[in-house]
């Protein structure tokens, strides 16, 4: 039966790197999801932009058209209005109503006219942009559906390490704990064992007077000088209850 944090953290570690070799499997596939992610998502943002704008451009087409319909009735009236007036004062005024309805009319027809072949021309784009958005979405469903095989055949696996983890985590204190996640933060083997005088995580020299301490003291903790990893004889029993 184990008794010292660190026969606890070695196993702890060893768990750990299982994990870590299930989640190689994964490769580069999160990296991939999330990007295609953010990709699809801002071309669904340029779709909505250009269908905003289209809907925008169509509104101002329509009440164009309306606008046109009611200059033009506007002149038919006032044009026989002209032979119903008394004076040439009333007749100056509604000519004038005329000139004003035209020129109205004019400027109207011509931004109806640029309207018409903006519309055109973001109904090709948006067309466009549709394509994008729904290649990109068929590419991200592959990956997630590539990334979902991993997992399901992964799933008993990483129930066996979530259990042993657990199992193990109660049996450390918090010092230890925080130590080794600390440490795992920089280096995935945060703990690993002294092998011919030397720290198998960096390689580096450690002198014979500290591995003797490090043997004979099992129940303190001791870091690479050169790299912070804990370190453990190479000879430590480790339950094997601990060890999948």
């Not at 990709?39 to 704008?53: D, H, N, P, W």
């Not at 506007?74 to 004003?100: G, H, M």
Request: hydrophobic content about 35%.
């Amino acid at each position: 039966m184990m008794k010292y944090p660190l026969q606890y953290l070695v196993a702890l570690s060893l768990v750990d790197r299982k994990q870590d070799d299930l989640e190689d499997e994964y490769g580069d596939l999160p990296e991939r999801i999330q990007e295609m992610k953010e990709k699809y998502e801002e071309l669904e943002s340029f779709v909505k932009e250009t269908q905003r704008i289209l809907e925008e451009d169509r509104l101002f087409i329509m009440n164009s058209k309306k606008a046109l319909e009611e200059l033009k009735a506007r002149e038919e009236r006032l044009s026989k209005q002209q032979f119903l007036v008394r004076n040439n004062k009333e007749f100056d005024a509604i000519t004038r109503e005329i000139e004003y309805a035209r020129n109205e009319h004019a400027r109207i027809s011509q931004e109806l006219q640029q309207a018409k072949v903006k519309e055109e021309n973001l109904v090709v784009i948006l067309e466009q942009q549709k394509k994008s958005a729904e290649e990109a979405l068929k590419e991200l469903r592959e990956l997630e559906k590539d990334y979902e095989l991993i997992a399901t055949n992964q799933n008993e696996e990483l129930n066996e390490i979530k259990m042993a983890r657990m199992k193990i985590i109660e049996r450390l204190d918090k010092y230890p704990l925080e130590l080794y996640n600390r440490i795992r933060n920089s280096h995935k083997d945060a703990i690993v064992k002294v092998k011919k005088n030397s720290c198998t995580g960096c390689f580096s020299h450690i002198p014979p007077q500290k591995i003797v301490e490090i043997r004979n003291n099992l129940d303190k903790l001791y870091t690479c000088e050169n790299c912070g990893r804990i370190l453990y004889p190479e000879d430590l029993e480790i339950d094997s209850e601990f060890i999948l």
